[in-house]
């Protein structure tokens, strides 16, 4: 028997930011709404983004100690973020395929209805929202792409039922 799939409908708020030598050099902000199932342990966050070249539909698969990033549409890319590991993917955008190279340094889950740790980057985000309405995402990593060092990269998701 499978086990049971709950789903619930979600405001999100994305921060994603690139630092270059520890300062902070590009930022962007979503309010986007999605969909979060739960499916025993793995917990799955589906949205849809509107870019210049088109839309993209994103999944993020959430296991305890990793995020799996996939992204149809306008880009296209299946990448697995795991705490101090590094991992290799392909980055397919209108104007060409990137080979992308990942370390993650940071990586913390609070589901909805779970308590966030004191200090968390984007708890203002949550100051209007009861406990068990709100969760989190947040992960960091160091990202090359085709050989060439882009920057740290930090984002943090912020869910709101």
């Not at 990793?66 to 880009?75: E, L, N």
Request: net charge neutral.
């Amino acid at each position: 028997m499978s086990p049971t799939v709950e789903k619930q409908p979600v405001k999100l708020h994305i921060h994603a930011q690139r630092f270059e030598h520890g300062q902070p050099v590009d930022e962007e902000i979503q309010h986007l709404k999605g969909t979060l199932y739960r499916k025993g342990e793995i917990y799955y966050l589906k949205f849809r983004e509107q870019t210049e070249d088109g839309p993209i539909d994103n999944t993020l698969k959430i296991e305890q100690d990793r995020v799996t990033v996939i992204r149809h549409g306008a880009v296209r890319m299946n990448h697995e973020y795991r705490l101090n590991s590094t991992t290799q993917g392909i980055y397919h955008t209108p104007y060409g395929a990137l080979n992308m190279e990942t370390h993650t340094t940071a990586y913390r889950f609070q589901p909805l209805g779970t308590t966030l740790p004191l200090g968390s980057e984007n708890s203002t985000n949550l100051n209007h929202c009861r406990e068990d309405r709100c969760g989190e995402l947040h992960w960091a990593y160091h990202l090359s792409l085709n050989g060439n060092q882009v920057g740290d990269i930090r984002f943090t998701v912020t869910l709101k039922a």
